[in-house]
């Protein structure tokens, strides 16, 4: 089911109602594991998974912390498809939609989500602001990200994971937040938490300069946290954009 498509599951449930069984909300509980599953793999999107929300809610279904977290889920894969779209077009010279439209429009339906939880007081658990954090970390907006922390502080240390620290590194750092994504390192290392190659190479992937991320190895080197394997490349790649640069400038002049 996995790469099944929306309308592939809305086909059979067609077919059991046309054979006069109206299906109940388990079903349309299963169509919204199936979405979230799917979204996954690039098929579907965001939307799929409002609609199989609706179903599930019009059936009769009282939605907890297990829907909610899947609703997320797919607006996760689908920003990180969506940005991974408009990248691959980019490079190859197409006209894609502006990041900041469907960043805007999916955080906008995410956060219908969000304050429908508050309203039914269901408290996020580490998943759903892992899952947040993605979400903010690809649309790059920093009411996005604000909101984001605010879930990631309610958050009890010893309940946090390697994964969520990951992703609000990067979340951090997507709205240029490079001082703030090195201190979580240090939040997660005050707090038991070694950081790991992934956190740092997060954290490193905020440097917008060769020199920045010299300086970042040289505190995560101090701190005793794991250097990311590729940290050489990513500093010859930002002198490589900088001599880049100074060679534009200098042809212009």
């Not at 809610?57 to 940005?83: D, F, I, M, Q, R």
């Not at 339906?109 to 690809?138: F, G, N, P, W």
């Not at 190479?201 to 394997?229: D, N, Q, S, Y």
Request: proline fraction near 2%.
């Amino acid at each position: 089911m996995a790469r099944a498509t929306y309308k592939d599951a809305e086909h059979v449930l067609n077919r059991m109602r046309g054979c006069g069984y109206v299906p109940e909300a388990r079903e349309y509980e299963n169509l919204l594991k199936a979405v979230a599953s799917s979204t996954k793999y690039g098929h579907g999107d965001l939307s799929d998974s409002e609609r199989a929300f609706d179903h599930f809610t019009a059936a009769g279904g009282k939605p907890g912390l297990l829907h909610y977290n899947l609703v997320l889920e797919s607006a996760s894969w689908s920003a990180y498809w969506k940005l991974r779209k408009a990248s691959n077009s980019e490079t190859a010279g197409g006209v894609v939609e502006h990041s900041a439209e469907w960043g805007n429009r999916t955080w906008t339906v995410l956060s219908r989500y969000l304050d429908k939880m508050q309203e039914e007081k269901i408290e996020c658990d580490c998943s759903s602001v892992t899952l947040c954090a993605s979400v903010a970390k690809h649309c790059g907006l920093q009411g996005a990200v604000v909101r984001t922390w605010q879930m990631f502080r309610n958050i009890q240390p010893k309940l946090r994971s390697s994964a969520l620290y990951t992703e609000m590194i990067a979340a951090l750092g997507s709205v240029g937040n490079s001082e703030a994504a090195f201190g979580l390192l240090g939040v997660a290392s005050k707090h038991k938490f070694r950081p790991t190659s992934e956190m740092t190479a997060a954290a490193l992937a905020t440097c917008k300069t060769a020199g920045e991320a010299e300086e970042m190895l040289r505190k995560i080197e101090a701190m005793g946290a794991v250097i990311p394997a590729d940290a050489a490349s990513i500093v010859a790649r930002l002198a490589s954009l900088a001599l880049e640069a100074d060679g534009s400038l200098g042809a212009n002049q």
